[in-house]
């Protein structure tokens, strides 16, 4: 099966390790990831604050390019990628003066944007066009008796209305894709909570303070490892442990995962070969998973 695939700024940058991962995996489940041809970035975090019209018109410009390659959705890992192009395609349906705007700027760049393209997560593409039992079939590596603290991040389930994939009060969707690789799933409080990603180059201290809430919680709820669903997420819940270790004075730290590196584990894909940071590859090797 052939997935338009839009990776985004940091799984092509800081966060290889979700693309090759992914990569990996949708390889194994046969999914041919077909890169947006001359993709831009999303701008979510940032532009949608600074101009609502040309962030919608650059996620617009994307959903126009996947139109183009011939597909009715693209499917990207980054849940801050999938939020904005979301959005923006929710804010130009509701806006006459928006669509208007909208509508001038791409044709200056010679597009015209009729609005039959969707965007998903690449976890609504396992679920719901591989299938959880699918899925389980290429497990060759149970990750029997790992405690896998179920993250979703802030961006993937809200707004309802706009996301709609599933309750962003009782999501299950990180919790079935654990399930299937045999590791136990384990949810917790602060389970969709933002993880200060967006705090972290403007008032660090915060941005680390709202990280560590979010791992704390997952430990202090039983959860021996993290796997979350977003590039962003795992920029800061991974990358910045170690700083986290030092603010808090913590002698601990909680190994984390992209939901791709998880299923890559389970599919007998080595550590090294899904880019797995120092402290995942650590404790997965004392835990006899290498």
Not at 36 to 49: A, K, L, Q, R
Not at 162 to 181: I, Q, R, W
Request: charged share 25%; net charge negative; proline share 5%.
């Amino acid at each position: 099966m052939k997935v338009a695939y839009y990776p985004g700024c940091a799984s092509h940058g800081i966060a290889k390790d979700v693309d090759i991962a992914t990569q990996l995996v949708a390889k194994d489940l046969d999914l041919e990831l077909m890169e947006v041809d001359d993709w831009n970035c999303c701008g979510g975090g940032f532009m949608d604050d600074k101009s609502e019209e040309i962030h919608t018109a650059l996620n617009l410009r994307n959903l126009e390019k996947v139109k183009t390659m011939g597909f009715e959705k693209m499917s990207t890992p980054c849940s801050v990628c999938l939020n904005s192009h979301r959005i923006a395609s929710d804010k130009y349906e509701k806006d006459p003066e928006l669509r208007e705007n909208v509508d001038n700027r791409l044709k200056n760049a010679g597009m015209e944007y009729d609005g039959s393209v969707d965007s998903e997560h690449f976890i609504w593409t396992l679920i719901r066009d591989v299938g959880i039992d699918k899925i389980k079939k290429h497990v060759k590596k149970p990750l029997k008796g790992i405690k896998m603290g179920t993250y979703y991040g802030c961006q993937l389930l809200r707004p309802y209305e706009v996301m709609g994939f599933e309750s962003p009060y009782n999501p299950k969707s990180v919790m079935d894709l654990v399930a299937a690789t045999g590791a136990e799933p384990v949810a917790f409080p602060l389970k969709s909570s933002c993880c200060g990603f967006p705090l972290v180059g403007i008032n660090p201290p915060v941005g680390l303070k709202m990280a560590n809430n979010i791992l704390s919680d997952a430990k202090n709820n039983g959860a021996e490892m993290l796997v979350h669903p977003c590039s962003l997420c795992h920029l800061q819940l991974d990358v910045t442990q170690l700083k986290i270790q030092n603010q808090f004075k913590q002698d601990w730290t909680l190994p984390v995962l992209y939901v791709t590196q998880l299923l890559g584990l389970s599919f007998g894909y080595t550590p090294e070969e899904l880019g797995l940071g120092k402290i995942a590859k650590d404790y997965l090797r004392e835990r006899g998973f290498t």
